[in-house]
């Protein structure tokens, strides 16, 4: 069924498909990801412009946050959320990224996002793996926009979107049941379109 999840790999869909670049590779988060993917979550830096860094259990983790991360688009030809890791295989899991249509049933538009651990925060990642993504929205996957959004002041989350090739769109206020510190200044989307990514890309 269309835009249905499912936690398991299509065997259609071999590792040697999955993005990848130099330094890093990413494939579908499982749930052995779990202790690693607690941990991310439970950063209080890493977590501060999405919930303020209030602690997750590991049972949340495995029982709501894992089926998310884990669910199948059709149009989005795999997960919605791609585990990152180094080509060498150090590190163990570094942190995830999305790649996820806004409607299930379309591949308009991608969001694009991505939490990473704070050990490897200034190293590129976040926008290295974001470039792969968004490159995999339009060559592979038909998207006609990628879009982000990030509260204003977080300023390198922001930076992240300037260097994956989107451009600032607009403010936004969300009307949030406990705004966190810095809510008050609202919220900004990036995207960047198909015309605008070809013409870049031809540089």
Same mark, same amino acid.
């Given at each position: 069924?269309?835009g249905?999840?499912?936690?398991?790999?299509?065997?259609?869909?071999?590792?040697?498909?999955?993005?990848?670049?130099?330094?890093?590779?990413?494939?579908?988060?499982?749930?052995?990801?779990?202790?690693?993917?607690?941990?991310?979550?439970?950063?209080?830096?890493?977590?501060?412009?999405?919930?303020?860094?209030?602690?997750?259990?590991?049972?949340?983790?495995?029982?709501?946050e894992?089926?998310r991360l884990?669910?199948?688009?059709?149009?989005?030809?795999?997960?919605?959320?791609?585990?990152?890791?180094? /080509?060498? $295989?150090?590190?163990? +899991?570094?942190?995830?990224? @999305?790649?996820? %249509?806004?409607?299930?049933?379309?591949? =308009?538009?991608?969001?694009?996002?991505?939490?990473?651990?704070?050990?490897?925060w200034?190293?590129?990642?976040?926008?290295?793996?974001?470039?792969?993504?968004?490159?995999?929205?339009?060559?592979r996957?038909?998207?006609?926009?990628?879009?982000?959004?990030?509260?204003?002041?977080?300023?390198?989350?922001?930076?992240?979107?300037? /260097?994956? $090739?989107?451009?600032? +769109?607009?403010?936004?206020? @969300?009307?949030w %049941?406990?705004?966190?510190?810095?809510? =008050?200044?609202?919220?900004?989307?990036?995207?960047?379109?198909?015309?605008?990514?070809?013409?870049?890309?031809?540089?």
């Amino acid at each position: 069924m269309c835009g249905m999840s499912t936690p398991a790999r299509p065997p259609s869909h071999p590792p040697q498909s999955w993005p990848h670049s130099d330094r890093l590779r990413l494939r579908p988060l499982r749930a052995a990801d779990v202790p690693a993917l607690h941990a991310l979550h439970n950063d209080p830096e890493v977590m501060r412009y999405l919930t303020g860094g209030a602690p997750v259990s590991v049972e949340h983790v495995r029982t709501v946050e894992l089926p998310r991360l884990t669910r199948w688009f059709d149009a989005a030809d795999g997960p919605g959320f791609w585990g990152a890791e180094r /080509r060498d $295989g150090k590190g163990g +899991l570094l942190g995830w990224f @999305e790649l996820r %249509p806004l409607d299930a049933n379309s591949a =308009e538009v991608f969001e694009l996002g991505y939490r990473l651990r704070r050990e490897v925060w200034g190293r590129r990642y976040a926008s290295e793996g974001g470039r792969l993504l968004v490159r995999r929205a339009f060559e592979r996957l038909g998207a006609r926009r990628v879009t982000a959004n990030t509260m204003a002041v977080n300023t390198a989350s922001r930076r992240v979107m300037e /260097r994956c $090739g989107l451009r600032y +769109l607009r403010s936004y206020a @969300e009307d949030w %049941p406990d705004p966190l510190p810095g809510s =008050e200044h609202g919220e900004v989307e990036y995207v960047v379109d198909l015309a605008e990514w070809e013409a870049d890309v031809r540089g």
